[in-house]
């Protein structure tokens, strides 16, 4: 009888710190580029076109490190992306004023996210080989708090240090963390089976991903309905978020960069509290989780009429942010939910590749989200509450219906 895995052993401490260092520098990075576009350029649809871009190398190669977190050694992969991404980052810093902005933030941001893509499945599918099953709720939630720390602390810094140094500094750290956490991740051991392949590399990803489509189809049909909803709300609501708050702040209400880099970690702060959901889960059914998104769409709502009855700008800027910080809280407890579900009716095997399957499928809606507002946000920039407006409904409206999907699922 195997024996029982404790939650706090070495090798998910490395992994929890290895997470913390590369998420800072990814966080700080996160913050800095999108942001300074917005400032150099001025403009809302090709700061929305440009992340949008970014997104896209993310949701595809999500699928390809879902593939390759099966079949390879997780650490190794760990070790590799951060290596790459420091190397990524440098060849940035060195060609930043040599090379145009825009084809140079698109290939950066587009190679950052793409990696960012192939490196969660990976972390996602080593959880479950680290701690025993009646821990993974709590691994889980360990794991995406040292995310939304990281996101908390590192836009703080970076609003700071942006205002006052610019973004070179910015740079610099993150090259350091990532370099730091490679080395670091090296002396990980995450139980790895070599698993044969008698075929090209194409035919077994085209194998492995007809077999994770087989499972969903046959096996959790519902999955397949989960995630399509997933990818419609963040098409509807996480993009506006994600195009509306630095066009909100910085361009709108005109706040300084210090305050959009606390509005930033107030998201990340709510997402913190989002650690609750260990707590809070045997209590929280999957029925309800329809409520998860309900909340979310009415904390949009609420921005889009602080906007329309135009209060005094810091006033405006505190109900975002605070609003900004329950969606955050409440999302993060719907994914931790969804995460430990697939995870505990998922095969070993299948794992790495349905986990990106769901991210990748989830997260492909935004790319068009974020290109929609913020050519949205052009036209109304004078009527920006228009926008939320129209956002929140349909999100309420999408809330109300996956009420039915949720009463489907069982544990």
């Given at each position: ?184 991740e090296i002396f990980i051991h995450i139980p ?95 029925k309800n989780l329809y409520t998860l998104l ?62 990106a399957t769901l991210v990748a499928v989830a ?49």
């Open positions: 009888m195997q024996a029982e895995k404790k939650l706090f052993n070495r090798d998910f401490i490395l992994v929890v710190i290895g997470q913390i260092i590369s998420l800072f520098g990814n966080a700080i990075l996160r913050f800095a580029l999108p942001y300074y576009l917005l400032k150099e350029t001025g403009s809302s649809a090709l700061f929305g076109i440009v992340t949008a871009c970014s997104f896209l190398p993310m949701v595809i190669l999500s699928l390809v490190g879902g593939i390759i977190a099966d079949r390879t050694n997780k650490r190794n992969i760990m070790v590799i992306l951060d290596f790459v991404t420091a190397i990524i980052i440098l060849v940035f810093y060195l060609s930043l004023g040599k090379i145009p902005i825009i084809p140079l933030f698109i290939v950066a941001l587009m190679l950052l996210y793409g990696i960012s893509g192939a490196y969660q499945p990976a972390v996602q599918a080593s959880i479950p080989l680290l701690v025993s099953s009646d821990k993974l709720t709590v691994g889980n939630a360990i794991i995406n708090q040292v995310n939304t720390l990281a996101n908390f602390i590192g836009p703080a810094i970076s609003g700071v240090v942006f205002q006052f140094y610019g973004i070179n500094p910015i740079l610099i750290v993150s090259i350091i963390c990532f370099t730091f956490s490679s080395i670091m790895h089976q070599k698993r044969p392949r008698e075929v090209g590399v194409i035919a077994v990803a085209k194998n492995d991903l007809k077999d994770s489509y087989t499972f969903l189809k046959k096996e959790k049909p519902i999955f397949i309905s989960v995630i399509f909803l997933v990818c419609i709300f963040n098409l509807v609501l996480s993009a506006v978020l994600i195009v509306g708050l630095p066009i909100l702040i910085s361009e709108v209400l005109k706040m300084p960069d210090t305050l959009y880099g606390f509005s930033q970690s107030a998201l990340s702060l709510g997402g913190l509290c989002g650690i609750l959901t260990a707590l809070v889960a045997s209590k929280l059914k999957l309900l909340i979310c769409s009415v904390s949009v709502l609420l921005m889009g009429i602080s906007l329309f009855l135009e209060l005094p700008a810091i006033v405006s800027y505190w109900v975002v942010t605070v609003m900004c910080f329950v969606a955050m809280g409440v999302s993060t407890m719907f994914v931790v939910q969804i995460y430990t579900l697939v995870q505990t009716q998922t095969p070993p095997q299948l794992v790495g590749k349905i986990m997260m492909c809606g935004q790319p068009i989200g974020q290109m929609v507002y913020g050519i949205l946000f052009d036209v109304f920039i004078q009527e920006t509450w228009v926008v939320m407006f129209v956002a929140s409904i349909a999100s309420i409206m999408i809330s109300i219906y996956s009420k039915r999907i949720f009463q489907k699922l069982e544990i």
